[in-house]
């Protein structure tokens, strides 16, 4: 199996600029999950797509945040006028079913000056 | 609420010391699932185990094994023979049986296996 796989694998940006992520889950898999990691904590979850539905989103998930996955296959997240407080890990897993265990991508890590 | 309790930040082991991860979730749902996830300094979470609330079993993977007890709540990690290449962050999760399709992680325990 190709594992899920992210890019870019590192992002610096400047505050206020707009970035976007992309997501490649393993592709049988039509769950895709984005999560959000920031130094010494757990993965947070972020929203929840099957195939193209976005079915669940948390409300870390600011306005300023938003997340496609159109073909249900390959996802983005963009977030709009970044702030420092953004600067985390963003971690995109995929799985065969709700119930089956998640596999995670190496994440993309930005950075916000 | 659901939640995941990992107390011990950091655990530091000499090789070859067997050494246990502490897990205790929170949840009101009868059915849920619980997983072991591990984080090496590369970053990338690597899954390690899931289990079914249902299902009470140990299990026992090569050098890891698992004891998962409804009674007390706790789903805890052991790993013998303890080797560096075990070095790394863990982190126990839990999903809820309901709607939701979040997994709600631990703080992760850092585990340093010494030469």
């Known amino acids: 199996d190709t594992g899920v796989s992210q890019d870019p694998r590192h992002k610096i940006t400047k505050r206020g600029q707009n970035v976007t992520f992309r997501c490649d889950p393993i592709?049988?898999?039509?769950?895709l999950y984005w999560y959000r990691q920031t130094l010494g904590q757990g993965p947070e979850f972020l929203t929840y797509?099957?195939?193209?539905?976005?079915?669940?989103k948390s409300r870390l998930l600011s306005d300023r945040f938003s997340a496609e996955r159109p073909k249900g296959s390959f996802s983005t997240l963009e977030i709009q006028r970044t702030e420092q407080g953004d600067s985390a890990m963003y971690l995109c897993?995929?799985?065969?079913?709700?119930?089956?265990?998640?596999?995670f991508g190496p994440g993309t890590r930005l950075t916000v000056l | 609420a659901q939640k995941v309790t990992q107390a011990q930040t950091e655990i530091s082991v000499v090789e070859k010391e067997d050494v246990t991860l502490d897990c205790v979730y929170e949840?009101?749902?009868?059915?849920?699932?619980l997983f072991w996830y591990k984080q090496p300094p590369s970053g990338e979470l690597v899954f390690l185990i899931r289990?079914?609330?249902?299902?009470?079993q140990n299990e026992i993977s090569g050098r890891y094994s698992w004891n998962f007890q409804k009674s007390t709540s706790s789903f805890n990690f052991t790993i013998t023979a303890s080797q560096v290449v075990d070095s790394a962050v863990y982190f126990c999760?839990?999903?809820?049986?309901?709607?939701?399709?979040?997994?709600?992680f631990g703080t992760g325990t850092l585990l340093a296996v010494q030469p």
């Open positions: 897993a995929s799985s065969r079913t709700s119930y089956n265990e998640q596999f």
């Open positions: 592709s049988e898999h039509n769950r």
């Open positions: 797509f099957q195939n193209e539905a976005q079915l669940e």
């Open positions: 949840t009101r749902d009868t059915t849920y699932y």
């Open positions: 289990r079914n609330s249902f299902d009470e």
């Open positions: 999760a839990l999903k809820g049986g309901g709607a939701t399709n979040k997994l709600i």
